[in-house]
């Protein structure tokens, strides 16, 4: 159990950020949600379902996306399947009344595999919910194999443009014990900030805890005092990982 005076800094978009500060909060941080990106879906044109066969998600953003474009149509596309990266996107599908929902349990390579063991080149195209920013190239691996990816770009995620007050009071006295990634670019987003606001140097007393080796080396700018990296990218074993500290 950590002391009171202990603060987690979240930085996952708001939207996923509730889940894990619970968790924090069981362990006994206190803990400040500061959103390194923002999520604000797109509109557009209705998406065609004729000639899908099913629907890829890298994030539990892009299900949130999909559910807002197609709105009340969303019931006529509730039986295709859903390949899903990981355990996060996959249960915010299923919330939003998909059944057949499968989860890579792992990385856009990962995602790839199991499309291709799971679905046939020829039964029709694949739709992504994409962000207009993608980590990896799943729609290329998956050309590679033999689909067809018509990716849809139906959300952004736009980077914070400085760190709030509230954040930067906690770094500035020391009171930041932990700081928790998810992603390169929010990693090197909050690299950036914390350098233009002068409180690099602050993160020194803080442990990084970072989904991969990917989000770890986009905060190796800053000196922190131990950096932990999670043996496999979701959640359960970034917090397995900060146990063991």
């Known amino acids: ?53 099913g629907i890829l998600l890298t994030s539990a953003n892009g299900a949130r996306a999909l559910a807002d474009r197609l709105g009340g149509a969303i019931a006529a596309w509730r039986e295709l399947p859903v390949w899903a990266v990981g355990e996060a996107s996959a249960a915010v599908a299923r919330a939003e009344g998909f059944t057949r929902v499968e989860s890579a349990d792992g990385d856009v390579a990962a995602l790839a595999e199991l499309v291709s063991q799971q679905a046939d080149p020829g039964a029709g195209r694949l ?12 729609a290329g691996d998956l050309a590679r194999r ?3 990816v018509e990716k849809q770009v139906l959300y952004d995620a736009l980077p914070a443009e400085r760190l ?67 043996d496999r990218p979701r959640q359960s074993a970034l917090l397995a990982a900060l146990d063991g500290v």
């Not at 739709?127 to 799943?138: I, K, P, R, T, Y």
């Open 146 to 148: 033999g689909f067809a």
């Open 164 to 230: 709030s007050e509230a954040a930067g009071r906690e770094l500035a006295q020391g009171r930041v014990a932990l700081a928790l990634f998810f992603s390169p670019r929010t990693a090197s987003t909050f690299v950036r900030l914390a350098e233009a606001a002068g409180l690099a140097g602050q993160c020194a007393g803080a442990t990084a805890v970072a989904l991969s080796p990917a989000v770890a080396a986009a905060l190796a700018g800053l000196p922190w005092r131990r950096m932990v990296v999670a």
């Open 1 to 53: 159990m950590k002391i009171e005076a202990d603060a987690a800094l979240v930085t996952r978009p708001r939207e996923d950020a509730a889940d894990l500060a619970m968790e924090l909060q069981r362990r006994g941080y206190r803990t400040v949600i500061e959103p390194m990106l923002r999520i604000v879906f797109r509109s557009g044109p209705p998406l065609e379902r004729h000639g899908l066969q």
């Open 127 to 138: 739709l992504q919910a994409a962000a207009a920013s993608l980590a990896g190239d799943l």
